[in-house]
């Protein structure tokens, strides 16, 4: 079945840098547009960025100019690379595909930005 495993969370200090990965297997991956969310405890999972099928991108306006989303057709994979990271990115983070009539999610990895 289809599976999306998120990487690449862990603890930061503020300032500091990490880069999510997300794997996905059992889908056409370069059909799908590919997105990151987030939830921090007692929020609701918010878009955090998306990357469509021919790798046009938006972000939500807190992480724009510091996080930058890309994929790799060939390994199946989205990044996200996080910058300048604030303790208000705390959350923890997932990816998910999505295409017309289809909609997969992973489990999460959390990061923690706290000095």
């Known amino acids: 079945q289809v599976r999306l495993v998120e990487s690449g969370g862990g603890l930061v200090q503020p300032g500091g840098s990490l880069r999510l990965s997300c794997a996905a297997s059992?889908?056409?991956?370069?059909?799908?547009?590919m997105e990151w969310y987030r939830q921090a405890p007692g929020k609701q999972r918010d878009m955090v960025a998306t990357?469509?099928?021919?790798?046009?991108?938006d972000y939500a306006e807190a992480v724009k100019g510091r996080f930058t989303i890309s994929r790799d057709n060939a390994k199946n994979t989205v990044y996200l690379q996080m910058n300048s990271l604030k303790p208000e990115d705390t959350a923890v983070y997932y990816c998910?595909?999505?295409?017309?009539?289809?909609?997969?999610w992973g489990q999460g990895t959390q990061v923690t930005v706290s000095s």
């Open positions: 998910r595909a999505r295409r017309p009539s289809y909609n997969y």
């Open positions: 059992k889908i056409s991956f370069s059909v799908y547009t």
């Open positions: 990357i469509t099928s021919i790798s046009s991108t």
